[in-house]
């Protein structure tokens, strides 16, 4: 949209930035994913958008809980699921034995909580801690020093497969002012890839009213999906 810009926005359709006059040499568009990653390491948040914000729905369909609302909810020492980002991670021997054990911070779109992953558990999941990668954890939640924590009892990364085991209600946020003909293009999209998901668009109608607008058909709302109309949403 017109007035705003990412840091990484740095030129015109000309190739010249807006400030100057010099021309800059034509260069690839840097991939989304490593934008996000720039915005984190520079900035230590995500200004172009949350990395998880195309696959949520997703996750959600395979989680019990968000990690942002674990305080607020009676789960200590419960059994739950979680899904979310792995986005810091720390390996590190046990004192007694030498074996390998890790450190974590899981993140939504909700919050962040660190989980711990003890030596029999690491040893039968090694790969899936992986900074940046997608995970579903099943585990106990602790409190301990005013804090909450996860213990990880089970974790898996996250795959179009598990995203296929169970009918979704998929919601998608249309930013105010979207072109009329880009949601054409993000419902061809839509009608091009059948399947049993509901599709609810969200639209922001002005004064702060949220619209919801319930697809009238049933689409396959994959990884890939998400991603392609993330891609469209965000031409705007």
């Known amino acids: 949209s017109q007035g705003q810009t990412s840091i990484f926005d740095l030129e015109d359709d000309s190739g010249v930035t807006k400030r100057t006059a010099l021309p800059l040499p034509e260069m690839e568009e840097f991939p989304k994913q490593q934008l996000l990653a720039f915005e984190k390491e520079l900035l230590g948040f995500y200004l172009t958008e949350h990395p998880l914000s195309n696959v949520l729905s997703l996750l959600s369909s395979q989680s019990t809980h968000k990690v942002g609302w674990l305080q607020e909810e009676n789960v200590v ?24 054990m890790a450190f974590c911070a899981i993140e939504d779109e909700t919050g962040a909580i660190e989980a711990v992953v003890f030596p029999k558990v690491f040893a039968k999941t090694k790969e899936v801690w992986v900074v940046d990668q997608i995970v579903l954890l099943t585990g106990r939640v602790e409190y ?93």
């Open 144 to 236: 301990k020093d005013e804090t909450l924590s996860f213990l990880v009892e089970s974790a898996k990364t996250f795959s179009e497969e598990d995203a296929k085991e169970t009918k979704r209600r998929v919601e998608i946020k249309v930013p105010k002012g979207t072109p009329v003909e880009l949601l054409k293009e993000v419902n061809t999209v839509f009608r091009e890839n059948p399947g049993k998901d509901t599709i609810v668009i969200v639209v922001e109608n002005g004064g702060g009213v949220v619209k919801r607008l319930v697809l009238p058909y049933t689409v396959n709302y994959t990884v890939n999906l998400a991603r392609q109309v993330a891609s469209l949403l965000k031409q705007h």
């Open 77 to 100: 020492g419960k059994r739950i699921t979680i899904g979310g980002i792995i986005s810091t991670l720390r390996k590190t021997l046990t004192k007694n034995g030498n074996n390998e």
